[in-house]
């Protein structure tokens, strides 16, 4: 069956970085775009970054942009998510999605504060 999990949470300093990973299984990864996306306390969950199937095609929130970059290691049924100058309205659960029918992981805990 299909599964994802998210590893890489933590907390972290602002300017700090972090690197998160969704390991998939269960489905031909590199024929799917993928996503992270993110719930901050009490608000909804919103997109971060996407990813297409080969890797050649991504797009962030504006939030994000030159901050965060998304990559993936098809051979390794892996998608990545490196977090530079974190700040604290970057806090939140982060989440992996695969497209098309819908799957996401458990999350995530990333924690931005001094």
């Known amino acids: 069956q299909v599964q994802l999990v998210e590893s890489g949470g933590g907390l972290v300093q602002p300017g700090g970085s972090l690197r998160l990973s969704c390991a998939a299984s269960?489905?031909?990864?590199?024929?799917?775009?993928m996503s992270w996306y993110r719930q901050a306390p009490g608000k909804e969950r919103e997109l971060v970054a996407g990813?297409?199937?080969?890797?050649?095609?991504?797009n962030y929130a504006e939030s994000v942009k030159g901050r965060f970059t998304i990559s993936r290691d098809n051979a390794k049924m892996t998608m990545y998510l490196q977090m530079n100058s974190l700040q604290p309205e970057d806090t939140g659960v982060y989440y992996c999605?695969?497209?098309?029918?819908?799957?996401w992981g458990q999350g995530t805990q990333v924690a931005v504060s001094s």
């Open positions: 999605k695969r497209s098309v029918v819908n799957y």
């Open positions: 269960g489905f031909i990864f590199a024929y799917y775009h």
């Open positions: 990813i297409s199937g080969g890797g050649g095609q991504t």
